[in-house]
């Protein structure tokens, strides 16, 4: 009998291999502690996904910045205290040879009145009269925050994979701070972080002005220099 194509295996560019072609997309848990802090709640819960034979599972929205959260009770991951809870999390949800990705955001100024102390964005524009009573007018980022913004990627990537995780997806949909940078009405900067199309696309391709002078390795498999480490990430070249 064939295999039906949805349980054969994928082989991605990177050559890295997805036992099946079942992926679950991120869905924000808030499985997290009041304090942003990870839980067993989510070892439990991926070890289910795990085991119910996805090939790929993608968690939800992690935090680069507790300073900057989509939601209550989201995970925020800025350093290594949340390794050891990390660890079982990864173990747990790569069982039986499972993909497992941390997806990675900041909410820019997506998020709800109350969550945070302020909000940032590429400019500071709020929303319309539909989304303005659920949403601040943003602070406009400094070039500087941008770059910090960057290298939190880059650390939190670094610290999913010292715990075992065997990917990272950057959140660049849904509103959130990266598309609000790739989206002409949210992004009225006149510095190398916005301009024309072009320019704004160019900080998806990484080929942007600003992201030149800096380096910033997301992409953890065919790496030559073996691993990274959290302080690996985010060094500007
Ligand atoms: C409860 C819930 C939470 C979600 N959280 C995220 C998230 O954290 N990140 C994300 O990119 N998409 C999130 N999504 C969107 C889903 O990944 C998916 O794109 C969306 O549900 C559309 O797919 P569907 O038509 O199969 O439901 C969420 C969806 C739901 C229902």
């Given at each position: 009998m064939t295999t039906p194509a949805f349980a054969q295996p994928f082989t991605l560019p990177n050559g890295r291999v997805v036992k099946n072609r079942l992926v679950k997309s991120a869905?924000?848990?808030?499985?997290?502690?009041?304090?942003?802090h990870v839980t067993e709640a989510l070892v439990t819960l991926y070890g289910r996904w795990a085991a119910g034979g996805t090939g790929l599972n993608i968690t939800g929205n992690v935090m680069?910045?507790?300073?900057?959260?989509?939601?209550?009770?989201n995970v925020a991951l800025?350093?290594?205290?949340?390794m050891a809870l990390l660890r079982a999390w990864a173990e747990a949800g790569t069982a039986q040879g499972t993909e497992l990705w941390m997806q990675l955001n900041h909410p820019g100024k997506q998020s709800p009145k109350g969550l945070n102390a302020e909000t940032v964005s590429p400019s500071a524009l709020g929303f319309g009269d539909t989304l303005a009573p659920f949403f601040n007018t943003p602070r406009e980022l400094t070039e500087a925050e941008i770059l910090d913004i960057i290298v939190r990627f880059g650390r939190s990537a670094a610290l999913a994979k010292a715990a075992g995780f065997t990917g990272v997806q950057i959140h660049?949909?849904?509103?959130y701070l990266v598309s609000q940078f790739l989206s002409g009405r949210h992004n009225q900067r006149s510095d190398g972080w916005g301009g024309d199309a072009d320019v704004r696309s160019g900080i998806r391709s990484g080929q942007g002005p600003a992201q030149r002078q800096a380096e910033y390795r997301l992409?953890?498999?065919?790496?030559?220099?073996?691993q990274p480490s959290p302080q690996s990430y985010g060094s500007q070249a």
């Open positions: 869905m924000s848990e808030a499985l997290g502690t009041t304090d942003n680069v910045d507790r300073r900057a959260l989509g939601e209550p009770n800025e350093d290594e205290t949340d660049g949909a849904h509103g992409h953890w498999h065919g790496r030559e220099n073996g």
